[in-house]
């Protein structure tokens, strides 16, 4: 899956808006068994077609509140000031590996655990 940044995640939520709900009808062939053919692309869209344009949404809301919340775990244990992390007591550019504020920095694409 490509990174979700936050420009990505707007992106998303105008798409998703400016869809139309399906079910949409696509042309499809059968093979000699009697299945239906679809090429790649033509399946792809077909899933999307009837995919609700309000789930989506749905999930766009609840990735924003929990990127919300993880944001204020992550400042109660990161000092600002110092760039100091108190879970590993490391600076941030120094996490430990196992350091879950590293992920979270990773997660949010902040400095020191991900790319900005």
Excluded at 45 to 62: E, G, H, K, N, Q
Excluded at 73 to 92: G, K, S
Aim: with cysteine; proline share 7%; aromatic share 8%.
């Amino acid at each position: 899956m490509t990174d979700l940044t936050s420009e990505r995640l707007a992106e998303l939520r105008r798409i998703a808006e400016a869809a139309t709900p399906g079910p949409w009808a696509f042309p499809h062939q059968k093979d000699p068994y009697g299945c239906y053919l679809l090429p790649l692309s033509e399946n792809n869209a077909s899933y999307i077609a009837a995919f609700d344009p309000t789930t989506v949404l749905a999930l766009l809301d609840r990735i924003e509140e929990l990127e919300a919340v993880l944001r204020l775990v992550y400042d109660e244990f990161v000092l600002d000031v110092a760039r100091w992390c108190r879970h590993c007591r490391l600076r941030i550019d120094d996490h430990e590996p196992e350091c879950p504020m590293a992920e979270v920095e990773r997660v949010l694409g902040l400095a020191g655990g991900g790319s900005q």
